[in-house]
């Protein structure tokens, strides 16, 4: 006979297990009741819920069909971050003054593989943001195909009108901690926005300094110092391919396409240059002040220059419009703008439901993640109610995830592969990605890629843990 489990305080609720009625009937408790006892274990942590939600949505008849999974307590186990870390950050600014800020390390899961994930420096970075980032970062990496556990970190600083010598003197202070805590076996952190290949840089000088070792423990090197070809671009690259496979199996082509990107960081850039390079259109990009329109759409000169402007001057999109004589719309983001397919490649909840209407009656056809969880959930249902084509995060953008994956295997040879061969690799990952998620995302009214990714996602780790015992 089976366990009864009673629900008898709030600290007790184990909500996966099954329960029974009084006749004795198998009841399981609903998704809410669920995400009740997700909220109490994880109070104030609003990004964190969603992103659970979202997951539990997809997977809830695939666990209840399958009993190993409630028997294993999976869900639980899979929404309880494997080790935490917060830390003071503590720095001398150009001015002599003393600054403090909180660095972040969730390490999820390591079922899989090491933990592997990114450190996103940003004012907004807290405890809630890192814990869904590293969440997610779980199912994306289990899809990628590569042995790679889930981690996210970062802090809670603002590289925006900071000297060199500043990011520099942070950067040194944040791994004079997280050095202790992460290896190429154990936990091997990357970029995400705010971090890119400056900070990494000056990340991988403190680590090694610290450790006394040259290794690969942090990707997204540069090319001379044990980087990989290709991880600059991947991210960007990997969702402009991730978007021509759906639109592929849908019977549609990216060519002579009309694409709208936000943000003009690192995925903004490369989804662009190879957007443009597919035969479509690139008409919008933004960052935090405001939006560039530009009709006839960007070409590899005008690229050229946001890369220089955005990566060395570190300038405002807004120089854009200046220097082209296009529109600016202050303070707003490009969802307003016709388009034929949305790359949002700035940060989370940049897609409203209202910005989702406007999109879907400007006639949209494809929106893809390129950033973390850029469509709010009620953005997410307007989309998959309308029919649109619709690549989630976790998928769409693991192309970064994966040439770091590849990084690792490189530097576990003490060998670079030249360019062709990772974008060969980054397109097949993409693809397999692609397929995974046609397989379990099929649905009457075809395929649904936010179920497919999560369910594919989950099994992987799912029952990789289920072997592993009770960890
Ligand atoms: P970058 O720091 O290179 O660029 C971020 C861009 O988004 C900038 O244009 C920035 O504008 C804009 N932005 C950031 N925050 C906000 C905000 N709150 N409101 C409006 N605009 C904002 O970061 P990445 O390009 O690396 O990352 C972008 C997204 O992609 C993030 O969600 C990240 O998690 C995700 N991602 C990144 C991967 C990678 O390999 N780098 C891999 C997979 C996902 P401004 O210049 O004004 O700050
Ligand atoms: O969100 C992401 O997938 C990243 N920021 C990249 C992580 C990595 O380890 O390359």
Request: with cysteine; hydrophobic share 35%.
């Amino acid at each position: 006979m089976r366990p009864e489990n009673k629900i008898n305080s709030k600290e007790d609720i184990n909500p996966t297990v099954i329960t029974y009625k009084q006749n004795g009937d198998d009841t399981y408790i609903s998704i809410d009741t669920f995400m009740e006892s997700v909220k109490m274990r994880n109070p104030g942590e609003p990004e964190f819920h969603e992103a659970v939600r979202e997951v539990v949505e997809s997977i809830w008849e695939l666990i209840h069909q399958q009993p190993k999974y409630i028997e294993g307590n999976i869900l639980k186990r899979m929404t309880e971050p494997e080790r935490m870390l917060m830390f003071r950050v503590p720095w001398v600014n150009d001015q002599g003054n003393i600054r403090v800020n909180r660095g972040y390390r969730v390490d999820f899961s390591s079922t899989i593989g090491p933990y592997k994930g990114g450190l996103r420096f940003h004012p907004s970075v807290n405890l809630d943001i890192v814990k869904f980032l590293s969440f997610e970062q779980t199912l994306k990496n289990s899809l990628t195909t590569l042995p790679m556990g889930g981690a996210k970190g970062g802090a809670n600083f603002d590289v925006k009108g900071k000297s060199d010598m500043e990011v520099m003197r942070f950067c040194q202070s944040f791994m004079n901690e997280l050095y202790r805590h992460i290896g190429e076996k154990t936990d091997i952190p990357a970029g995400d926005i705010g971090v890119g290949e400056r900070e990494i840089g000056y990340l991988f000088g403190q680590y090694k300094r610290l450790k006394n070792e040259f290794d690969g423990t942090i990707t997204g090197k540069g090319i001379s110092w044990g980087g990989s070809r290709l991880r600059s671009e991947a991210t960007g690259y990997g969702v402009v391919y991730f978007v021509q496979e759906m639109l592929q199996n849908y019977g549609e082509k990216l060519e002579g396409k009309t694409v709208s990107i936000s943000g003009s960081g690192n995925v903004a850039q490369y989804a662009a240059e190879k957007a443009r390079q597919q035969g479509a259109k690139v008409i919008t990009l933004s960052d935090t002040g405001g939006t560039i329109y530009d009709p006839d759409g960007i070409d590899e000169n005008k690229l050229q220059y946001v890369m220089h402007l955005k990566n060395d001057e570190r300038g405002r999109i807004k120089e854009y419009a200046l220097r082209y004589d296009v529109e600016y719309l202050e303070n707003q983001n490009p969802w307003s703008i016709k388009c034929d397919i949305a790359l949002p490649c700035a940060t989370e909840n940049e897609i409203s439901a209202s910005d989702a209407s406007m999109l879907i009656s400007n006639g949209c056809l494809c929106v893809a993640e390129g950033a973390n969880k850029p469509c709010t959930s009620d953005a997410v249902k307007l989309f998959l109610n309308n029919g649109i084509l619709f690549g989630p995060g976790k998928a769409a953008n693991a192309g970064g995830v994966a040439v770091s994956g590849l990084e690792m295997s490189q530097n576990g040879m003490r060998i670079q592969w030249p360019r062709e061969k990772v974008e060969k690799k980054l397109q097949e990952i993409m693809k397999d990605i692609h397929d995974n998620c046609v397989n379990y995302g099929k649905t009457e009214n075809g395929i649904n890629y936010l179920r497919g990714a999560n369910i594919a996602g989950f099994i992987k780790v799912a029952d990789a843990m289920l072997q592993q015992g009770v960890v």
